[in-house]
């Protein structure tokens, strides 16, 4: 048995994602996995699995696994320090745990996700082909509590080549890139968007980025907007006038008129932003 | 039609009506360059989102959208008869005993009876979903049906709910809050993770409601 068991979930929620499960839209199931993708797969690759194994999501550290066997980890995304029982570890180093040593992710000093891969992946029942837990559609593994067991699985596809990597650093402020439309139309003034700082609210998850500031003005008279497909990325604006990003667990379709669409190379970064933290937008 | 860019993964095809976008949705999918290019379809209300697979060019999906509106939406019988995949038919038995069914007759001026032989009398079609999982917007009923949702949404509408909302019917898949307004309720399980495909009905799937007891 070369297992984790979680012993402690004291940061925010901990929770299986892969790459996710695209194609099902035609059932109301969105793509859901893992938010940050690249610090995901870097971790696989790190730990020499196969892509696609799934790994765990962690917000703001706080998670501690016991090893039942050895296991070999790496840990990525927001730079949280590690402890191997006392022994402090970077994020970013392949670590062999031995039975019953535990890891534990302190705080990050900046980004919201960690990833912990484990070499093997861990395996645990999918769903419509993926592992990933949906906020939203309550699919797939249940989050972690203490007391869950991780079983290794078998994804490890070849042998662990690097040692370490540095670690991630979230300290500079995100300007990401966003493409008008396809209903910037239904706003007086989209450029408010990229004119803006915005600043992520405390209600933000992985359906959406709940951004504050100053309201963005719908045009008048435009009525209802009929339900229409969502992507990760979405900006989206309620009559409210405060824009929601959506994030990989978003509905599969929205009735608010989405203003712009994040570039897909920058919704990683996204998933590191933090309640409080500013955002600037700029158009592609 | 035109379509919109969306991202630079998607794009966005609009259309006259729900029917078109039935019709759209099936030509896409029967696309030979499908599998290569798209990672998701996403019908909505009006639309089509066409989702461009990683690494796939999103103007590669234009070559994949009908050009011609003709082609689309031959409006004799129903939707895009001749153009859509091998049909697809589930029969739904349903009570007529919602809470909201005399409202329903007062509103669209029918009687009770009425608003059974109505929706049962003609077969739908699911447009898209995207509430909960196996959710389905059901098109092409009867358009007498129509009625505002709920101004008040309920905070729990049971599974197996039947209910109507602006131009759509719908059964809901599991106990969740709703606005529409609730007709019936059948025993048919919507959405089964255990069974090979979960939801009972997805896009492009003809329905046709029958009334028991």
Known sequence: MSDLVVTAVDGGPCLIEDEGRPGHAAIGVGASGAADRASYSLGNRMVG?????????????????????????????????????????????????????????????????????????????????????????????????????????????GPILVDAVSPASYDREAELRVVPGPRADWFADPGQLVRDTWVVGPESNRVGLRLTGTPLAAVRDRGQLPSEGALRGAIQVPPDGLPVVFGPDHPVTGGYPVVGVIVDADIDRLAQLRPGDPLRLRWK | MRTLPYGDRGLLVELADTADVVAVADIVRAHPAAPELLADLVPGARTVLLVARPGVAVERLRGMVPAHKHRISPKSGAFGQGLSRPEVEVVVPVTYDGPDL????????????????????????????GFAPGFAYLVGGDPRLQVPRLERPRTEVPAGAVGLAGEFSGIYPRRSPGGWQLIGRTELVMWDLERSSPALLAAGTTVRFEAVG
Do not use: K, M
């Open chain 1, 49 to 157: 699995n196969a892509p696609g194994a799934a790994a765990v999501e962690v917000v703001l550290g706080g998670l501690e696994v016991q090893a039942a066997g050895y296991v070999t980890v790496c840990v990525t995304g927001a730079p949280t320090p590690l402890r191997v029982d006392s022994r402090a570890e970077p994020s970013g180093a392949v670590l062999t745990l031995r039975p019953g040593q535990r890891l534990r992710l302190g705080t990050p000093p900046s980004g919201l996700r960690s990833y912990v891969a484990i070499r093997g992946g861990v395996d645990v029942a999918s769903v419509l082909g993926s592992r990933s837990h949906d906020q939203l559609a309550a699919l797939g593994p249940a989050p972690l509590v203490p007391g869950t067991t991780l079983p290794v699985g078998h994804a490890a596809a």
């Open chain 2, 102 to 129: 005399a409202d329903v007759a007062r509103l669209t001026g029918l009687g009770e009876a009425d608003v059974v032989a109505a929706h049962t009398g003609r077969p739908w079609r699911v447009a898209f979903g």
